[in-house]
Structure formats: structure tokens, C-alpha cells
């Protein structure tokens, strides 16, 4: 598939992606799919994900060094998850004490989808 062909496929699939992670990820109870314009293609609800999403990358990001593309916060009511690439980000909030590993892998995951 041709990049452009690729990121229209997986927007057109977002929902399907939502839908899929929260069925398949233990512990996982809300998740969005965001594009790199900041835009949320799909979500379980209707959070602020996208300014949500921009202020943890920002707070995340390393002066001196490249940009992370994972971010795991634990605070007493659950885990927050996020993982990007080029084209999107996926975020999520889980129960607190999920298996942090798998989590992001399924998270990683869908950004192949």
C-alpha cells in the first residue's frame, strides 16, 4: 500500500480499532485514536483526548533528546497509556495495576492496524 492509501485505510478503521482494543485489552476501559492535525478519528467517549494527548507528549518530551513514542502514568484511579508515530497517536486509560507490557503492545498494535 502507497502512504497515503495507508493512513486513509487506517483512519477509515478507527473505529473498528477502538472497538477491538477495548474488547481485546485486559483492563483497558477508554481509548481514542488521534491524527498527527490533532483530530480524533474515534474514541469510546467524549474526553478531551486530542489537547489531553498534546499536553502529555509535551510534558513527556526530552529537550535534549529525540521525542518519546510511549507514555505510561500511574496515579491512584488508573493507568494512562499512549503511544504514537508519524501519523497517529493511540491513548488510553486502564485499571490501575494492568499488566503495563501488554497494554502498550496492544497499543502498538493498533497503530499497525
Partial sequence: MQGGRAVTAVADRAG???A??????????SCAV?????????ATDDRDWA?????LWKAAADPA???PAYVHVAIDAGELFAVRDERF?????????????LILCDLRAALRR
Fill in 51 to 55: 489537547p489531553q494527548a498534546e499536553r
Fill in 89 to 101: 497517536t493511540v491513548i488510553g486509560i486502564a485499571d490501575r495495576f494492568s499488566l503495563a507490557s
Fill in 16 to 18: 473498528d480499532v477502538v
Fill in 34 to 42: 488521534i491524527d498527527e492535525s490533532g483530530e480524533v478519528l474515534a
Fill in 65 to 67: 533528546g529525540s521525542d
Fill in 20 to 29: 477491538e482494543l477495548i474488547e481485546e485489552s485486559a483492563g483497558l476501559r
